[in-house]
């Protein structure tokens, strides 16, 4: 036995619609989850998280290859697999006549959990995704943001060892993300494996030990987020504050391809790929007049992710 919550490999969905050429969502892809970490499924729209999290879920058969979830394969073994997990989907909704509260206890009693546990893990998750003021409200009356931590938030009240989210965050402003975010790690902190997907890198970033990014079903990169960063691209990011016109530094840094070449009031932004570039284009800002201060950062995952996509886009 290994010590993976998750384990897919070489997974196939192929979407056949009549009159439509069959759609390859996840073309054979193959990662593990270790057990108690955060792992985030990333891709631009279309890329086919969602559809790998329906076929983890039992949601949606594969079309090939193997998965199972603590041990019980999702073809062969679905309600094995469904009593390890829960499940917020992208398109989930809460119940929107019942206040808060009662959407809570409804999704415990489904789940055969009532009375005095329910009430004390209500007390436990409405702690944690600050939500305590809320609990009365009805649902119909909570803004989009609030309605998705409350969905996101009601699954944490079962405890189901794997929680898979789609999109947690998706239409929270950013206190709402931030008490998201937090509980989360929290949750995670406490022995469960948390499978996300997100197309904000800054929230992979935050979150997940490891990741997978993909773009139309295929493996563009994965590993740690450190590995993903290093994956033979080390970008970095130039500023340049100039004295003047900064138009009149741009031919020179042309010269070197730069990723990207922007500029905003006096200062030019480039990203370039490698440590000579870096260099060569120091040795620009030493000797001219123009430059008056500079500052490098190391590539954030976003740029490495457009990178990533662009490229394999490239090719194809
Ligand atoms: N039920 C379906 N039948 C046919 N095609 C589908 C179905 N569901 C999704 N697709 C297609 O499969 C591809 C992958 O979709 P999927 O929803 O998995 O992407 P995603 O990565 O979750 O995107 P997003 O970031 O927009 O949520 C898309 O081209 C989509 O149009
Ligand atoms: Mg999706």
């Known amino acids: 036995m290994s010590s993976s919550a998750i384990s897919v490999s070489n997974l196939i969905k192929i ?19 270790p057990q108690g970490t955060i792992f985030g ?28 979830v603590l041990g019980h394969d999702v073809t062969t073994d679905p309600l094995s697999v469904r009593k390890q997990i829960c499940v917020v989907l992208q398109e989930n ?31 436990r998750v409405l702690e944690l995704f600050s939500l305590r003021d809320a609990r009365k409200e009805t649902g119909i009356d909570l803004s989009g943001g609030m309605k998705r931590r409350v969905q996101v938030a009601k699954v944490f009240m ?12 998706t239409g929270m402003d950013t206190i709402n993300k931030r008490a998201t975010i937090e509980a989360v790690r ?18 992979a970033e935050e979150l997940c030990s490891s990741v997978v990014i993909i773009n139309h079903g295929k493996i563009v990169a994965q590993g740690t987020i450190d590995d993903v960063k290093a ?26 391809k730069p990723q990207r070449l922007e500029v905003s009031r006096t200062t030019v932004h480039l990203t ?10 120091l040795e620009i800002v030493r000797r001219s007049k123009l430059v008056r201060s ?13 990178e990533l996509i662009d490229k394999k886009d490239g090719a194809a």
Do not use: C, W
């Open 15 to 33: 979407y056949t619609r009549r009159r439509d050429t069959p759609l390859r969502a996840v073309d054979g892809i193959s990662f593990e989850v």
């Open 41 to 68: 499924l990333l891709g631009p729209n279309g890329a086919g998280k969602s559809t790998t999290i329906k076929v983890l879920t039992t949601l949606l058969p594969p079309t090939s290859g193997r998965v199972s």
């Open 93 to 123: 909704a809460i119940e929107l006549f019942l206040s808060v509260q009662d959407n809570f206890r409804t999704f415990a009693r489904f789940h055969g959990v009532t009375g005095a546990a329910a009430e004390k893990a209500m007390d």
């Open 158 to 169: 079962v405890e189901k060892p794997v929680v898979f989210l789609d999109e947690a965050t």
């Open 186 to 203: 929290e949750e995670a902190a406490r022995g469960r494996t948390i499978v996300l997907t997100t197309h904000m890198l800054e929230e």
């Open 231 to 256: 994956m033979g691209l080390r970008l970095f990011n130039i500023s340049l504050t100039v004295a003047g016109d900064p138009e009149r530094l741009l031919p020179r840094l042309r010269r070197f």
């Open 272 to 281: 370039v790929q490698d440590e000579r570039t870096m260099h060569a284009i």
């Open 294 to 306: 500079f500052e490098i950062t190391n590539a954030s995952l976003e740029d490495v992710f457009v």
